[in-house]
């Protein structure tokens, strides 16, 4: 029996389309500060709730709650809002893009029903109030941050936009060069 903690998450995942456009943006910013660790395309995703490392056991429970689900949300659009950092631009560790759903509560009341979910089969609430964004790097040493600042009130970030149907529990593996994610089930957030 394998006993390795799986690390996971519960993500909207974006159409490859939408991602290729916003890695436009990231390869302009990879030019100017390449000590950033920016997101290549197949990291791209919106995390809805961290589910860190877990017991397979555990992972198992998780999926077959999401399974059980009746989310009932209908279909909603997302659209990607301002560069932004945490915790700020002064001093980064990671950059992002907002995102803003329309129905607005869509996404609360998504998190608040896996976050409730994940909670009964023993995964921990997030302590933090639920921030929906996309990250776009992390910065591991110092990074030339006010020439980034510079760069962004500068340039115009495109508004994306895209209709969310499904979720998916998505497994992390970290590797040297960063995490390998691959999706383990998707799960459709309305069912006729």
Known sequence: M??????????????????????IYVRQLSIIAPEVKWVGTDSMHITIKFLGNQQPGVVSQAKRKLSQLKFNIPPFEIST??????????????????????PEKCLVSLNKIIEDAMEEVGIEREQRQFSAHLTLGRIRDEAHVDVIESFVKNQNFKSFNFKVETIALVRSMLRPDGAEYSVMQQYPLFQK
């Open 2 to 23: 394998d006993n390795r903690l799986v690390r996971s998450f519960i993500a909207i995942e974006l159409p490859e389309s939408l991602r290729e456009e916003i890695y």
């Open 81 to 102: 809002g301002q560069f932004g950092a945490f915790p700020n631009l002064k001093a980064p560790r990671v950059y992002w893009l907002g995102i803003k759903a329309e």
